[in-house]
C-alpha cells in the first residue's frame, strides 16, 4: 500500500483518541474517475459578490467553466466526508489554477482552442480531502468529463511542493481523461504493458517501485488503461524529474530489481511516445511543449 | 340492493368531493412559489433580531458546549462569533456565506469553512441544519448530517451585551498550561481547584478542545505536603461536559462529594484574575503555571494548573503490561523520539511498562521495547525496577540494575541505548501519571525533570 503521509487523526475527524499512538493512517491516492453523474447546479438567487463577479467574467465568460465554492453536499458520495474551502482561500485558488492549468495551454500553439473545446463546464472546490469508508482518502475527482473536483483548498500552499504536486497531479489527470474519452487511447495503448494491469481494486497493494517495474509511473497507474493514460500524461507534465524518474535507464544495474526498473522505463518510455503522437495527432497540441510551459512556471 | 345504493352513493359523494377538491389544487402557488416564500420567510427571521442569535452550540452528546453568536443578513452573509481561539483566532469573528436550501424541508447550509466546519472536522459537528419550526422568538433547527441522535440547535435572540459572554481569557488562559500532548491527543491539562474557607482541593484534568472534564479525587489541605500529612482524600471520578460563559465554567452535570466532615456540590465556577506564576515539581525546575481567583457562589476559590492530584487510577496489570507504539514518548519539546528509538531498535514494534506483571519467577515491574527480528519472533528488552509507590498521582521507582533482554548476543549498542532512552523518562526516579477526561485506559507518564512524557494504553 502506498503511505503518502501519517497525519494527525484528531486535527481532521473525531476518533477515540485511544487509536491515535497506535494507528498508521493510510491515505492513498486515488482517483474517482470517469464515474457518470450528473453536474450539480448551483442554487438559484446567488448573490454578487466581487468574487462570483470575477469568476462570471474571467471562468464563466471566458472558457464556459463555472467554478462551484460554495458547499452542496451531493458534490460527493453520501457517506463521504469533506468541507467546504476558505472564502479567502477561492480567489488564490483561482490564480493558482489560472497559473499552472490554463495559462500553459495558452501560450502553446493550438492550446487555447484546444482548451476551450475540452474544459468541463464545472470545477468544484472542496476545502478539505474527501476521507472514505475504507480508510483511502480521495485527491480528485473528474466526472466524465463533465466535472473536475479539487481538494484540500484549506491547505493551500503555493510554497509546498507535496501540496502543489498533488493538486497539479489531480488537474493533469483528470483533463487527460478527456483525450481518451472523445479521442480513444492511441492505438495498440494497452498492450505495451498487458500483464501489468492489476485486478480491480487491488492497485494500492503496490509500491511506487513495484509499479515502475511493471512499466507504470505509479500503483494507480495500474487499475486500467485509461487510468495509465492519464497518470503518465499528468506525471509528464508535473513532475520535474520526469526523464530521470522514469525514461532515463539506470547504468551499470548488476541487481535483478535494477533489470525490472529498466524494462519498466522501455515500456513507459513507449507508452509517453504513443501519448505524445496521439494527442499531436488529434488535438494538435504538442505536449513537449506543454511539459516545457509548465515547468517554467514551476521553477 | 340497499348496500348498492349505499356504494353509488358514497361513490357520487366522492366524485363530488374530489371534483372540489381538485379545483383547489389548480388555486395553489406552485412548489417553487411556497418554497420562495417559505424560504424569504425563513430569511427574514434570520436577519430580524438587532444583535443577532445566540446558540449554546454542543457539536456531539461526548463533547461540551460552546457559545456562538450569529449574524445573518439579506445578501447571504452570517458573521459568527465564537470564543475558540485554535487555528490562530480564526473563530473569534469571522464572516462566511449561508443559503437555504429546499430539501428535506427548508435547510440552512453555511458555505465556506468556518467554525461549524471545524467541529465537523473534529467533534463530529455539522454545517447543514433542517428548519424545525418557530418557537416564540426562537428558531429551532436539526442537524442534517447525523444519521441518529440529531444535534438540536435553539436560536435565541441575542441580547445587547451577550458579546461579552465571550471573552476568550479564560480560554486561553486554561491553555497556557498544558502538560499533556497538544499535537496528538489536543489539550489537556490538569487542575487544581482549591475551596479556601474548606481548606479542601479539587483535581480536575480538562480537555480544553471537547470542553469536557474528569473530577478525579479531593484532599484536605493546598500544598502536596499539605495534602500528604493530612492524608484524608475522596474518590470523585465524575465525568462532565461543560461551556465557557463569559467568565464562568459551567459544568453540565454538578458533582458532589463528601470530606471532612463537609458536603460540597459544585456545578459552575467564576473565574477571574488570571496570574501566571512558577512551581517545581522536581527538584531545581520550575514550571510555568497559570492560577485564576474566583468564587463558588460566594466562597472564594482558586483555580490552578498542576502535574498533581491527590491519587491515581494507574495500577497493577497482572496479566498484561500497559503499551504504546514508539511514535508515544516525546522530549520536551512535544517531539516523538521516535527516531531516536529507532537509532538503538530500528525493528521496534513497541514500548512496554510491566506494573507488578504476574511471572512464574514473581512479579515483573520492568520498562523497555519490543522489537522484531527477522522472522517477526519478539525480542524483548527490558529494564526492571522496584515496585513502584504513590503519593497521590507521584510515581516513585529505581531502577534495579537488572536487565531482561531475550536477545541472543544483543550488541554493546544496544544494551546501552536501553539504559539511555530509560533513563530519559525515569532517570530522575519519579514521574506524574497524569489521566484524561475522555479516556480511561490512556495514561500520561511525565517527568517534570526534563518534561519528557510518555502516553501509554492500558
Known amino acids: ?299 | 340492493m340497499k348496500k348498492l345504493l349505499i356504494y353509488i352513493g358514497f361513490v357520487a359523494t366522492s366524485m363530488a368531493f374530489f371534483s372540489c377538491t381538485k379545483e383547489e389544487v389548480i388555486d395553489l402557488p406552485t412548489v417553487e412559489e411556497r418554497f420562495t416564500k417559505s424560504r424569504d420567510s425563513l430569511v427574514n427571521a434570520l436577519v430580524a433580531p438587532e444583535f443577532g442569535w445566540r446558540i449554546n452550540y454542543q457539536p456531539d452528546q461526548s463533547s461540551g458546549s460552546f457559545v456562538i453568536l450569529m449574524t445573518f443578513d439579506e445578501e447571504g452573509n452570517v458573521n459568527i462569533k465564537s470564543d475558540v481561539t485554535d487555528n490562530d483566532g480564526e473563530f473569534l469573528d469571522s464572516n462566511i456565506t449561508y443559503r437555504i436550501d429546499n430539501a428535506h424541508g427548508l435547510e440552512l447550509i453555511l458555505e465556506n469553512y468556518g467554525i461549524f466546519h471545524y467541529f465537523f472536522e473534529r467533534f463530529n459537528g455539522e454545517f447543514e441544519f433542517i428548519f424545525v419550526n418557530y418557537q416564540e422568538n426562537n428558531l429551532v433547527f436539526r442537524s442534517k448530517s447525523d444519521f441518529s441522535n440529531q444535534t438540536v440547535l435553539n436560536f435565541e435572540p441575542a441580547a445587547e451585551g451577550d458579546e461579552e459572554l465571550l471573552t476568550n481569557e479564560i480560554s486561553q488562559n486554561l491553555k497556557k498550561s498544558v502538560f499533556q500532548d497538544a499535537q496528538l491527543i489536543g489539550n489537556n491539562a490538569y487542575f487544581q481547584l482549591y475551596l479556601i474557607d474548606k481548606d479542601i482541593s479539587v483535581f480536575i484534568t480538562l480537555d480544553l478542545d471537547l470542553r469536557t472534564c474528569k473530577i478525579l479525587n479531593a484532599a484536605v489541605g493546598e500544598t502536596i505536603d499539605e495534602i500528604t500529612t493530612n492524608n484524608n482524600t475522596v474518590d470523585v471520578f465524575h465525568k462532565t461536559n461543560y461551556l465557557v460563559q463569559g467568565e464562568k465554567i459551567i459544568f453540565n452535570s454538578a458533582f458532589s462529594f463528601s470530606l471532612n466532615g463537609q458536603d460540597i456540590l459544585i456545578s459552575e465556577l467564576e473565574l477571574f484574575d488570571f496570574v501566571e506564576f512558577q512551581d517545581s515539581f522536581c527538584e531545581g525546575q520550575t514550571l510555568n503555571l497559570g492560577k485564576f481567583q474566583g468564587k463558588i457562589g460566594n466562597e472564594n476559590i482558586t483555580f490552578s494548573s498542576t502535574l498533581y492530584s491527590a491519587g491515581s487510577t494507574f495500577s497493577p496489570q497482572s496479566n498484561s503490561p500497559y503499551g504504546v507504539s514508539s511514535v508515544g514518548f516525546f522530549d520536551q519539546n512535544d517531539e516523538t523520539l521516535q527516531d531516536l528509538i529507532a537509532q538503538t531498535f530500528p525493528d521496534i514494534a513497541a514500548i512496554q511498562f510491566y506494573f507488578n506483571f504476574t511471572l512464574n519467577s514473581g512479579d515483573l515491574n520492568a520498562f523497555g521495547f519490543v522489537v522484531l527480528d527477522n522472522n517477526n519472533n519478539a525480542d524483548f528488552f527490558l529494564r526492571e525496577f522496584t515496585a513502584p509507590t504513590f503519593e497521590g498521582n507521584r510515581m516513585r521507582f529505581t531502577f534495579t540494575g537488572e536487565t531482561l533482554i531475550t536477545k541472543d548476543n544483543p550488541t554493546p549498542e544496544e544494551e546501552q541505548g536501553l539504559i539511555d532512552l530509560t533513563d530519559l523518562l525515569f532517570g530522575s526516579g519519579e514521574v506524574y501519571v497524569l489521566e484524561f477526561a475522555g479516556d480511561d485506559t490512556l495514561f500520561e507518564i511525565y517527568n517534570a525533570c526534563n518534561n519528557h512524557k510518555l502516553f501509554l494504553f492500558q
Not at chain 1, 487527460?176 to 492497485?203: C, D, M, N, V
Not at chain 1, 524518474?245 to 541487481?255: A, S
Open chain 1, 1 to 299: 500500500m502506498k503511505i503518502l503521509k501519517n497525519i494527525n487523526i484528531r486535527s481532521i475527524a473525531k476518533i477515540n483518541p485511544t487509536g491515535w499512538l497506535l494507528a498508521v493512517i493510510l491515505l492513498s491516492g486515488c482517483y474517482d474517475s470517469e464515474i457518470l453523474d450528473v453536474p450539480v447546479n448551483e442554487p438559484d438567487n446567488l448573490p454578487n459578490t466581487p468574487l462570483d463577479n470575477y469568476i462570471q467574467e474571467e471562468f464563466i465568460d471566458k472558457y464556459d467553466m463555472a467554478i462551484r465554492y460554495r458547499f452542496v453536499d451531493n458534490y460527493v458520495d453520501p457517506g463521504k466526508r469533506v468541507t467546504p474551502p476558505r472564502l479567502e482561500n477561492v480567489r488564490p485558488m483561482l490564480d493558482f489554477i489560472e497559473e499552472f492549468w490554463i495559462n500553459p495551454y495558452l501560450e502553446i500553439q493550438n492550446g487555447e482552442t484546444f482548451f476551450k473545446d475540452h474544459v468541463p463546464p464545472e470545477i468544484i472546490f472542496l476545502g478539505g480531502l474527501i476521507f472514505n469508508s475504507d480508510g483511502t482518502v480521495t485527491l480528485g475527482t473528474a466526472d466524465a468529463g463533465a466535472r473536475i473536483t479539487f481538494t484540500n483548498v484549506n491547505g493551500l500552499d503555493p510554497e509546498d511542493e507535496e501540496w502543489v504536486s498533488r493538486q497539479l497531479n489531480v488537474v493533469y489527470h483528470e483533463f487527460a481523461h478527456t483525450i481518451h474519452q472523445r479521442y480513444k487511447l492511441p492505438a495498440s495503448f494497452e498492450k505495451i504493458s498487458p500483464a501489468g494491469y492489476t485486478s480491480a481494486g487491488s492497485w494500492f497493494i503496490l509500491s511506487d517501485g513495484e509499479a515502475l517495474e511493471r512499466g507504470f509511473v505509479s500503483p494507480y497507474a495500474t487499475s486500467s488503461p485509461n487510468e495509465d493514460f492519464a497518470e503518465t500524461v499528468a506525471f509528464f507534465l508535473f513532475d520535474k524529474n520526469f526523464y530521470e524518474n522514469y525514461i532515463i535507464l539506470e547504468e551499470n544495474c548488476t541487481t535483478v530489481d535494477c533489470e525490472d526498473r529498466n524494462e519498466g522505463r522501455k515500456k513507459i518510455n513507449q507508452k509517453l511516445n504513443a501519448i505524445i503522437d496521439h494527442y499531436q495527432k488529434v488535438v494538435g497540441i504538442s505536449l513537449e511543449a506543454l511539459r516545457a510551459a509548465i515547468q517554467s512556471r514551476l521553477g
